[in-house]
């Protein structure tokens, strides 16, 4: 079975500073990849997928941006942090099944 | 668009009763309905899931139910215990090769003890 590592557990960051935030995968290749956005007490908003090495696709207008640089690994960037990126940034992975195993997590603030 | 409606947004329940959320989706070409549990801080965890070529699954205390005439999808919980608090995600995906998902807006569970 597939594990998702995400980090960091959580983070505090000022307005304007950039964000990166990093989702490897163990178990599996070729996975497909996604980014999601928890806001407090709310749903999962899907923020980008990917099928394969640099191959990315956005689903949301924003202040963010994906890589993947490699088959397993998956990266959420920021140039300049607003306040409305704070939330909870959830790594998943699927491979050769439409099943999401998703990662831990990473509890963002912007102050 | 695509679109989940999850029901109820909150659900209370003494331990021991069963607790049932409902979903309706919107796409007929869904075909996979996955389940997920969420505890505080921590990310989704895959709990049940089923196909449209089937109506019902079952895993020990926990079942889901498809009616894809109407389409909606339930998840059952027997025998509730403390531990099944947690707040919980339907989801519908259509086989296209990217898999993703619509997610339902999430029921918070609480099983009073």
């Known amino acids: 079975s597939q594990t998702i590592h995400q980090w960091p557990a959580t983070l505090v960051q000022p307005v304007g500073s950039p964000l990166s935030l990093e989702c490897t995968v163990e178990g599996t290749s070729n996975p497909n990849l996604y980014w999601y956005r928890q806001a407090a007490g709310r749903g999962l908003q899907l923020l980008f997928y990917s099928v394969g090495i640099g191959q990315i696709s956005s689903e949301v207008p924003q202040n963010l941006s994906a890589s993947r640089p490699q088959d397993r690994q998956f990266i959420l960037s920021s140039k300049k942090l607003l306040l409305s990126d704070s939330g909870f940034y959830l790594c998943?992975?699927?491979?050769?099944?439409?099943?999401?195993?998703f990662g831990p997590g990473t509890r963002l603030t912007v102050l | 668009g695509e679109n989940v409606e999850q029901h109820p947004s909150t659900l209370s329940v003494q331990e021991g009763d069963s607790a049932v959320i409902k979903c309706t989706y919107s796409?007929?070409?869904?075909?996979?309905f996955p389940w997920y549990k969420q505890e505080l801080g921590k990310g989704p965890q895959l709990i049940i899931d089923?196909?449209?070529?089937?109506g019902e699954k079952k895993d020990q205390r926990i079942a889901v139910t498809l009616n894809k005439t109407a389409k909606h999808f339930s998840l059952h919980i027997t025998e509730t215990q403390p531990e099944d608090s947690a707040v919980y995600f339907c989801a519908a995906s259509w086989a296209s090769g990217t898999y993703k998902y619509i997610f339902g807006t999430g029921t918070r569970l609480k099983v009073l003890a």
């Open positions: 796409d007929s070409a869904s075909n996979y």
């Open positions: 089923i196909r449209s070529n089937v």
């Open positions: 998943a992975s699927s491979s050769s099944t439409d099943t999401q195993y």
